[in-house]
RNA sequence: GCCCGGGUGGCGGAAUUGGUAGACGCGACGGACUUAAAAUCCGUUAUUCGAAAGGAUGUGGGGGUUCGAGUCCCCCCCCGGGCACCA
């Protein structure tokens, strides 16, 4: 042993790795079981920074949880449907099959040069015909559970990647792939029923295990859950009537008009009626025109049109105006709103505009609250509200309303959420296609299972015009009827891949099945997934999702918990130049190269080091040298002190015994709460300490030798595996991770000395190398002799052992 | 507007329960080695006054609690992220 050759270690240790299946778990045992998961990528062809820090992540614990006895599953798969290999295809006309493979080939290679340690063995990929054989299998009993069905809806239409998106695929009005604007458009478009688990979904969150709170903030937002109550309008003179949802029944008193989006179904009769119809017709196709993102965001000016109709107010039978306006939206509540403007900012701006009355119903305590500027729309107590008036808006006030509608027959009390079903029909073709048959007798039929896979076509062109590519593949069409036997038509569409990722996590505990998805048994035993580790950009779709399979399958008997992931990590992302690295900015930072440079384990700790790993943060190229210096000088170290004579009695190495016993205690607590940025400094300064031991030290005891080397090479083992392996195997010719993790020598711990602080009046004026465990008349002693102090000039004396002495006075 | 995070040297960031603010690393500066450079090694590095000893100031701003506050409480400002005409 005598340079460092870093390449060599490290392909060295990784083919020991693979040939010795040094990550391979137990799937059967029952105890000390802990499934690692990291999220499998999209195989684009190079591990990006982000995928490095994520599997570094997943890798340190995978390694540490090993070293403490646990039988870890560490599982890594494929997201390998999707749009680029589509359009590469169109470009190329490589098969997008081939240009995937290649990919995955080419990314594996890169994880397993970075060292990560995964069972390749359960490995899976989303568009093999044995993992989408399963994603249809598992549609099919969506399907028959009526949590899958197709309906004519307005959906968001990507004109350039030429296909819908789910609302969670929408940003800002724009397409999260693309950027292009996204248009509405109706459709008839299958959805999956996530809405059946709204409450579910969020309940979970306060049940679930350890998450970051951001994470569950967004998912929080997401499924926007609102109580309050609805209720039924009529329209003045007519049989008509229309419900309405409000959060704030307590202020039923106070509508003094109503709103109808131009969307609503009522509106054919409306126009029939309304006095006003030439106007209003008018107002519904130029809301048509516009698209929801402009209708939300250009301006927020409010408009709309009096229908000259009127709605009585159930509470006071008062009649008031009934507007159309399209700042109610269609697609929230009952797209109907009773207008309460002295209480709710949006109508009184509408109000204000079209100078309609506003009343105060609601006021503070001190009854000081004006409605002059704008509504109020705080707590209080109810006034102009009949015999309401006094009650406090928020909880006795809307509480008897709500009893006053419901003992009327005019409403009830109403939860709401703002989760829309999912959207999973995509008109493209490198996806899962959908297993739905269309006959003319019998309707939508499921395709038999026993059929399953419905395989992916063959085609010449890939370029989808408004439908999906398969619908160009006549044999892929025409089939027979499952049910009758009659020709029949195969839907056409693929399924997002989100679907896919939805239930992967399930299947690599039992991915070599050939008759179900997974077994019952085993997912029971292994899942919930106990750490899952992953970027935040999923923290509402791939989680959210996830989730919503894992509550349907429950209901189905396929499993029988809650949640998929107990506990949730969510690496920051890493920059550079100011902006997240993407290859479109031309701002990308290629990891493969530092392999060659630097090497994998100089690279895992930088990445570990940089900042705390669910902070983002900025590359630096300068920081890997660090790392790269940090490990020379502890291969060098190693050296110098394996060579070191031994001689037994010596005590020289107390010091250094009890700093590295120190740095176990501090690395162990480190990791265990995932803060690798400090295990990674732990080392660096166990590593400064070691170099002033060797250069003051001549001799050592044996038992100290190899006691600091067994330490220093498991300490550093989850982080940078090679180095701390081809030294372990070295000097004690065993195999590192075999080597269970260290106790804490309770004992020895502390220094036997201290810095004593020692203040006057909260301000530090001297300190002092102190003997541990003085008391309180011992320090005071020494305050007195050493820095001539009065004692008596100070009326109290706080002493907090082994650490401060502050004399006040 | 609402909901989450954050704000500490030139930079990334450390600081058990309130107890020496700036660990560790990067960068910078000075020195050694070298013909020279790189690498390596040694030293300095919050600001400020001072020749030094030693002071003073300092964790976004302002108040407060405390012997003692980066840490706890109140108010405000700024940055990042999410949601948003959601009734």
Redesign the pocket.
Known sequence: MNEYKFQEIESKWQKYWSDNDSIKCDINSKEKNFYNLCMYPYPSGDLHMGHIRNYTIGDVITRYKIMNGFNVLSPMGWDSFGLPAENAAIKTGIHPKTFTEERIQNMKDQIIRLGSLYEWDREVAAHSMDYYKWTQYIFIKLYKNKLAYKKDAPVNWCGSCKTVLANEQV?EGNCDRCDSIVDQKNLNQWFLKISEYSDELLEGLSQIGDW???VK??Q???I?K?E?AEFSLNIDGTQLSFDV????PDTLFGMTFAVL?PEHPLMKEILTISSNSVELQKYIENAKKKSEFE???L?????GVDTGLFVINPVNGQPVSLWIA?????N???????A?PGH?Q?DY?FAKKYKIEIIQVISDKSRESSIEKEAYVGEGILINSGKFDNLESHTEGSKKIIQFLEENNIGTSKT?F?LRDWLISRQRYWGCPIPLINCEKCGMVPENEKNLPVLLPDIDDYKNTNESPLAKSEEFINTNCPECGSKAIRETDTMDTFVDSSWYFLRFVDSKNKNKPFDAKKVNNWLPVDQYIGG?EH??LHLLYSRFFVKALRDMNYLNFNEPFQNLFSQGMINFGGSKMSKSKGNTVDPESYFATHGADALRLYIL????PS????W?D??I???K??L??FWENIIILSKLKELDGSNDDESIVRKVNQSINSVSNHLDKF?F??A??DL??LN?DL?DFL?NSENISKNSKDMIIRNICILLFPMAPHIASEIYEDYFNEDLIKTAWPEVDTKNLKDPT??L?I?I?????H?RETQIGLEQSEVEEICKVEFDMNLSEFN?I?Y?PD??I?F?G
């Open positions: 940003i970051p709170e951001n903030a967004m929080q937002n997401w926007g609102s309050g949802f409000t959060t704030r989006s209708r939300m965001s301006t927020k000016e409010k408009t399209d700042y109610v939206l269609i929230y509540g009952t797209g109907a709103i009773m309460v709710d949006r701006d709401t703002r935040v923290a509402i080091f940089m900042a705390p902070d983002g943060v900025e630096n300068g920081g040298e660090g790392t210096r940090f020379n000088k803060e940025n400090t990674v400094s660096m300064k400064n170099s250069k201290y810095e602080v203040q009046n909260g301000k530090k004026r300190t109290k706080i907090i650490k401060i502050n006040v």
